[in-house]
């Protein structure tokens, strides 16, 4: 066999070993995930997509990789995804207790700003929760902003924007990691950086000062959100603030809630220096 042919089936064996790390960990993170399938077709349905999603097969066409696949649920009707990592975003939104299933939110809402609306299904689920509320859903990344476009068709009280939230207005640098769109983020951490794209940034106050009261602030930026409230001036104009906090370099859970001075923790579930938490104004 000549030396081409074992480089071609190391290569091979490495394949399958990630495959198979991969297939672990999804199969454990997203244990229960069918049971979102409206019917027996819909859990079968989800029950294919699974390890077809996981596997991440090699397509030629890159566009096919990415293509928006429908997921028919019993909780919200037709969703589309496009990676495994959306069948956990959708797990970790509708499947009881949902991500923001949150006893201390505020039963009655006007406007409802989503920082990190991914492939909006979070200002999905804030609209269905709340369907008398204008909802604002901000997306940096193009590309899983025409995802959020497909699955809130049919929310018209949802409005969604092409671009990020910062301490500070004007374009900035983001990184896509490898695994699924869920990971976008301002920082580089040891993960291996797939691609990096240039995006706008807003300010919260300057949302503020667009919008007015801002009655629930749901803010999931993957760590961003410790320079983006404590930047924030007028965050006494934010009745409810509903996120997950992420460890970043210099700062954590207690720094970040050191800055709400005018909120009051009032639910958290932090582990590790991450979590989701609920705030409200003092």
Known sequence: MEASEHSALRRLGGRARRWWKRSRFFWRESAGSEQ???????????????????????VPVKSLRRAAL??????TGKVF????????VLGEIYRAPGEYDFASL?????????????????????????????????????????????NLRGHPQVTLRNCAAAGSAGSMTLHRF??????TSAFITKQVVSETFLTEAVTLDSIIAELGEIDILKIDIEGAEHEVLSA???????????????????????E?????????VVEQNIRDGQGPFVALRR
């Not at 429908?70 to 909780?75: D, G, H, I, L, S």
């Not at 995804?81 to 956990?88: I, N």
């Not at 700003?113 to 200002?123: E, Q, R, T």
Request: some cysteine; aromatic content about 6%; proline content about 8%.
């Open 178 to 183: 490898p695994g699924g769109s869920w990971g």
């Open 81 to 88: 995804v496009s990676h495994w990592c959306d069948l956990l």
């Open 70 to 75: 429908p997921v028919w649920t019993a909780a």
């Open 232 to 254: 924030c001036k007028n965050l006494d104009r934010i009745g409810c603030i509903v996120g997950e906090i992420h460890p970043i370099p210099d700062a954590g859970a207690e």
């Open 106 to 150: 505020p039963a009655a809402a006007g406007t409802i700003v989503d920082l990190g609306a991914n492939i909006g299904l979070s200002a999905r689920y804030l609209s269905e929760c709340y369907p008398a509320a204008r909802v604002i859903a901000y997306e940096p990344d193009p590309e899983i902003m025409r995802l959020a476009q497909l």
């Open 256 to 264: 970040l809630f050191a800055s709400l001075v005018g909120h009051h």
């Open 36 to 58: 979102l399938g409206r019917g027996l077709l819909g859990r079968m349905w989800l029950r294919v997509l699974r390890p077809a999603l996981c596997v991440k097969v090699i």
